[in-house]
């Protein structure tokens, strides 16, 4: 597969801000409140968020954050409206196609490599982690490594 440079030239900022971010944390404005994780991040903001602060960001762009395998991941078709996606490896969990936005641990790269591989080894280009199938990167994160500054 070819990799067309001036299609993946720029990174937005939002996209390295988001796979930067930490998710998951007790929301300040909120802290007293029931399910107050900040499981969300604005794209005009560059900011995670709780559900209780989303009438704050209604006239915003915002994509949901799921964890998966202790990590944290987006839905496939969420992102794709906003980002290139392709050649970034899809993850099925629940009926749902979701990308992980950070780098898998080692722990979690162990543990691949003791489940049976396909004919075929495929590796992210990047970090070299085993990968399903023959996608370039395992996570956002690596796939705009390349090109962030």
């Not at 490896?89 to 722990?107: C, D, G, M, P, S």
């Not at 979690?108 to 590796?123: A, E, F, H, V």
């Not at 280009?125 to 490594?145: G, M, T």
Request: glycine share 0%; aromatic share 10%.
């Amino acid at each position: 597969m070819m990799i067309s440079q001036e299609k993946y030239a720029v990174v937005p900022p939002w996209v390295i801000a988001m796979y930067k971010t930490m998710f998951f944390r007790n929301c300040m404005v909120h802290p007293n409140t029931k399910k107050n994780e900040q499981d969300r991040f604005c794209i005009d903001c560059l900011c995670s968020f709780c559900s209780h602060c989303i009438p704050a960001h209604t006239r915003h762009k915002h994509v949901k954050i799921r964890r998966y395998v202790y990590s944290d991941v987006i839905n496939r078709h969420d992102l794709c409206k906003l980002f290139d996606c392709s050649g970034i490896q899809t993850y099925h969990t629940n009926k749902t196609k979701v990308l992980f936005l950070k780098q898998r641990n080692h722990h979690q790269q162990q543990q691949q490599q003791q489940q049976p591989i396909n004919s075929k080894d495929y590796s992210c280009i990047i970090c070299d982690r085993n990968l399903q199938d023959n996608s370039l990167y395992c996570s956002i994160a690596c796939k705009v490594s390349i090109f962030a500054t």
